[in-house]
């Protein structure tokens, strides 16, 4: 069965810092990889998604993750963070079918210091 | 992009009782919609997938009687949190695909249930 485990349960990091949030995963293929991000008592919002091709993608505020198959991750980095993006993250994995189901890690929790 | 919509956003309700959940989908057809469950500062655990005009697919732990999920149309997917008791409260997220295979999923804002 696949899983995602997230080893940072939380990070601060100073604003305009870079970031770098690890994701690691275990499925027997290659998978559908996912991060989203939550604010507090929101649902979630999708910052990027890898399913082929190019294993740099890009997403939205300026986020971008790499998919490494040697090594099973799926890290997502910015390279200066913004007070706002203090949040909780999420790296999921999909599975390849018709179920699309996620199977979500244990979320890092971000917090930004002036 | 799609927009899911969940309805209500947050809602109490006196321990014995029963709660539904809307989940909608505004501008396409899902055919299969999935539920999650959200505890205090945890990650999202998957309940239940349900498919247009069949029964849902439960994940082991989950009761089935408890959490009765009813998907009736490919825009609209309901959970109704039966006999509620107070570790019932939860966060309640739903998300949705459509019917073109794109591996991708849409989430609700989520339903935040207290049981007093």
């Known amino acids: 069965a696949q899983s995602v485990t997230q080893p940072d349960i939380h990070i601060t990091v100073s604003e305009g810092a870079s970031l770098e949030l690890r994701c690691n995963y275990s499925y027997g293929a290659t998978p559908y990889l996912f991060w989203y991000v939550q604010s507090p008592g929101q649902g979630l919002q999708l910052l990027l998604k890898y399913f082929s091709g190019d294993t740099l993608v890009q997403g939205i505020k300026g986020f971008e993750a790499e998919f490494k198959r040697s090594q099973s991750s799926f890290n997502l980095r910015k390279p200066s963070v913004h007070w706002s993006d203090a949040a909780e993250y999420f790296c999921a994995v999909g599975e390849r079918g018709a179920t699309n189901k996620l199977i979500f890690g244990t979320g890092t929790l971000l917090a930004v210091q002036p | 992009g799609a927009v899911v919509s969940q309805h209500p956003s947050r809602v109490i309700c006196k321990s014995g009782t029963s709660v539904k959940i809307e989940c909608r989908s505004l501008d396409f057809q899902a055919t299969t919609m999935f539920w999650y469950r959200q505890f205090p500062k945890k990650s999202l655990m998957l309940m239940a997938t349900?498919?247009?005009?069949?029964?849902?697919?439960?994940e082991q732990g989950v009761e089935k009687d408890k959490f009765l999920i009813n998907h009736a149309s490919l825009t609209l997917s309901t959970l109704t949190v039966t006999s509620a008791h107070p570790e019932d409260s939860s966060f309640y997220i739903c998300?949705?695909?459509?019917?073109?295979?794109?591996?991708?999923?849409?989430f609700g804002e989520g339903s935040r249930l207290t049981v007093l």
């Open positions: 349900s498919n247009e005009g069949s029964k849902a697919t439960y």
């Open positions: 998300s949705a695909r459509d019917s073109v295979f794109t591996g991708e999923l849409f």
